[in-house]
């Protein structure tokens, strides 16, 4: 156990509807990064939020938005659903730049949420 | 892309150690070497790390060449509950559009009876 929670588990979407994921982050935690991992890949790096400010983009359309609460807590909204958003979503929480040199990238991952668009 | 390669897939024994190699050619010096590990259908999880020395924890340990090219993870003593995917991973990047893990597709252990 992580201390890292996600919901839902699952979520079913049609196409062009859109979805909101949520996450809790580790106690302590103040970094949330999200992933998406489609089947038989490596996770792929979304975004990352660090004390409620976007920290860093990764190769994902506009569409995909997030946004982190004072609590650290985190949301990650797909806009216009389609086919190829299937996928599992990973929430990870981390110490951030607080975890000094090696420790940031040390990372708690959720079990995710397995979301799929038809 | 990442910036290691590693075996897609690797057999032990159970009971036997797991020698997981990785090779980081490129790595550079403020790099540090991450492993992860993703047992099915759950979120991955953080192993171990290392910059230049040797690394040991109650999981597993870390062998770092000296020219920092490549590494192996060892688990110790495998049992059927580390059949997992193996991720090895470098980075000194915190944020940014590169972000702080770039996943490969790793290495499937598979640990037999």
């Known amino acids: 156990e992580t201390g890292v929670t996600q919901s839902p588990t699952h979520l079913i979407k049609t196409r062009g509807q859109q979805v909101t994921l949520r996450c809790s982050s580790q106690s302590g935690h103040n970094t949330v990064s999200w992933y998406q991992q489609a089947l038989g890949q490596g996770p792929q790096f979304i975004f990352q939020y660090y004390r409620e400010e976007e920290n860093g983009r990764g190769n994902f359309p506009p569409r995909f938005s997030g946004l982190q609460f004072p609590n650290y807590s985190s949301e990650l909204n797909v806009n216009a659903l389609e086919l190829d958003d299937s996928a599992l979503y990973l929430c990870?929480?981390?110490?951030?730049?607080?975890?000094?040199?090696?420790?940031?990238?040390?990372?708690?991952f959720g079990a995710g949420t397995r979301l799929s668009v038809l | 892309d990442a910036k290691t390669t590693q075996p897609p897939s690797m057999d032990c024994a159970e009971g036997r150690a797991a020698n997981l190699p990785c090779n980081h050619s490129t790595i550079s010096g403020n790099e540090y070497v991450y492993w992860y590990r993703q047992i099915h259908s759950q979120g991955p999880q953080y192993i171990i790390h290392?910059?230049?020395n040797n690394e040991t924890n109650e999981m597993a340990s870390l062998i770092i060449t000296e020219d920092r090219k490549s590494s192996t993870l060892i688990l110790p003593h495998a049992t059927l509950r580390d059949t997992a995917v193996y991720y090895c991973?470098?980075?000194?990047?915190?944020?940014?559009?590169?972000?702080?893990?770039?996943f490969g597709k790793g290495t499937k252990l598979s640990v037999k009876p």
């Open positions: 991973i470098v980075s000194a990047y915190y944020g940014g559009s590169q972000g702080n893990l770039i």
């Open positions: 290392g910059l230049k």
């Open positions: 990870a929480s981390s110490l951030g730049l607080a975890g000094g040199p090696s420790a940031k990238n040390i990372q708690y």
